[in-house]
Every structure is written in structure tokens, then in C-alpha cells.
């Protein structure tokens, strides 16, 4: 069993900053991808972005490129958001997603992940 914990999520005002912090553990895992996604409410799940290990190549959505910045580490399965110039718009829950190797990946679709984490509450004030 995998599992995958967020962390640092929180209440900040608008243009403020946060980072967010996601662990996996449990059985012996070798993700292909880790990525971010968030849901805000009365909406649909929505892609944030993405870093797929070898070569590194990260993803964005457009609304974020500029601000947010994804990194981490493959050899311990965890992966950060930085997320500076926050907007009210994007208070969401926010959720750090793992993927196994082999398949079609598509970084920005939710079914390209297998293991999901439990979500952290971002909360941007006007």
C-alpha cells in the first residue's frame, strides 16, 4: 500500500506565498511522475502541475507558469509546490498525486495517476 501525505497547506492573504510538501510511503515505490492538482468548491478537479523524474521535465498550467514552482526528490518520492503571488481564486484543496512507470502518461489527466493523497486546504484571502 502506498500513501501519499500533503503538507502546508494553509490561510494566507492574497500575494502571499506558500509551499506544499508531499511524502509517499508505505511499500517499496518507484514513481514515474508526481504532480499537483486542486479542487475548489462546486468545480472540477483541476490540473496544477507536474514533474516527471527522468529528465525532469515539470509542467504547468498556464494560470500558474510564472509563479508556482515544482521540484523534488525521485529517490525519496517527495515533491514540493512553491506557490508565490497567490490569488483568492485558487483557494482550493490541493492534492499531490504519484504515478507508477509503464503506460501513457498524460501529465495534466487526473487518470494518469494511481496514488492520491488525502488533500491540504489552501485558503487565499482578499
Known amino acids: 500500500q502506498v500513501q501519499l501525505v500533503e503538507s502546508g497547506g494553509g490561510l494566507v492573504q492574497a500575494g502571499g506565498s506558500l509551499r506544499l510538501f508531499c511524502a509517499a510511503s508505505?511499500?517499496?515505490?518507484?514513481?514515474?511522475?508526481m504532480g499537483w492538482f486542486r479542487q475548489a468548491p462546486g468545480k472540477e478537479r483541476e490540473f496544477v502541475a507536474a514533474?516527471?523524474?527522468?529528465?525532469?521535465?515539470?509542467y504547468y498550467t498556464d494560470s500558474v507558469k510564472g509563479r508556482f514552482t515544482i521540484s523534488g526528490d525521485n529517490a525519496k518520492n517527495t515533491v514540493s509546490l512553491q506557490m508565490n503571488t497567490l490569488r483568492p481564486e485558487e483557494t482550493a484543496v490541493y492534492y499531490c498525486?504519484?504515478?507508477?512507470?509503464?503506460?501513457?502518461?498524460?501529465?495534466?489527466?487526473?487518470?494518469?495517476?494511481?496514488?492520491w493523497g488525502q488533500g491540504t486546504q489552501v485558503t487565499v484571502s482578499s
Open positions: 498525486a504519484a504515478r507508477s512507470p509503464g503506460g501513457t502518461y498524460y501529465y495534466s489527466a487526473s487518470k494518469s495517476y494511481n496514488y
Open positions: 514533474i516527471r523524474w527522468r529528465p525532469g521535465t515539470t
Open positions: 508505505g511499500r517499496t515505490f518507484s514513481s514515474y511522475a
